[in-house]
């Protein structure tokens, strides 16, 4: 089980995070990292809230802001670190506050994992994550990321999983199991 083996990563003492008191920020669409505009929204946004925001670079990500907000580098409360490996990547979005991102996977594995999505995108990829009340598409309106991220609302516990319980690997093996006998 993969959760079981992230268990093992030690990124958040890494980064001197605490278990829910940090946001996930995955960015990196064209639409965002292409569109200046939009990405200056996306960071005035992040360096706003109320908590760290922990910022694995992707490296399209990095090399705009590099080149056009050098100093945002600088910011506190963003932790602008370089990317990370699967297995610390799961231990960021188990224990995040709330991830922001404009990735579908991202968006895809907080409802998995049941953290609360503020997706930075115009588009609805995952439209029962929205529905559920899971994730909120707020695309790239500083005023929105940052409503979105300070409103208290959690997962919703009546939330149903429409990807699985996550034991599908079990279940194939058990079928297997019994085709064997």
């Not at 706003?48 to 399209?60: G, K, S």
């Not at 990500?61 to 990317?83: A, C, M, N, S, Y």
């Not at 940052?146 to 996550?166: I, L, R, T, W």
Request: glycine share 6%; charged share 30%.
């Amino acid at each position: 089980d993969n959760l079981k083996l992230a268990e093992r990563s030690e990124i958040l003492s890494e980064l001197k995070v605490e278990k829910g008191e940090y946001y996930l920020a995955t960015i990196h669409r064209a639409a965002n990292t292409d569109n200046i505009d939009n990405l200056r929204n996306i960071l005035q946004a992040f360096s706003q809230l109320d908590r760290p925001v922990v910022f694995p670079l992707h490296p399209r990500t990095r090399k705009v802001i590099l080149t056009h907000f050098p100093k945002e580098l600088e910011k506190h409360g963003i932790k602008f670190i370089e990317p990370v490996g699967y297995m610390d990547m799961l231990q960021l979005e188990k224990n995040a506050h709330k991830i922001l991102t404009d990735s579908r996977g991202g968006q895809k594995e907080g409802y998995v994992l049941k953290v609360p999505c503020i997706t930075l995108h115009d588009t609805k990829e995952w439209t029962e994550t929205l529905a559920e009340g899971c994730n909120i598409l707020v695309g790239a309106n500083t005023s929105e990321i940052v409503s979105a991220a300070k409103c208290e609302k959690k997962f919703p516990a009546s939330a149903k999983m429409h990807y699985g319980d996550g034991r599908s690997s079990q279940k194939i093996r058990s079928i297997l199991d019994q085709w064997g006998k």
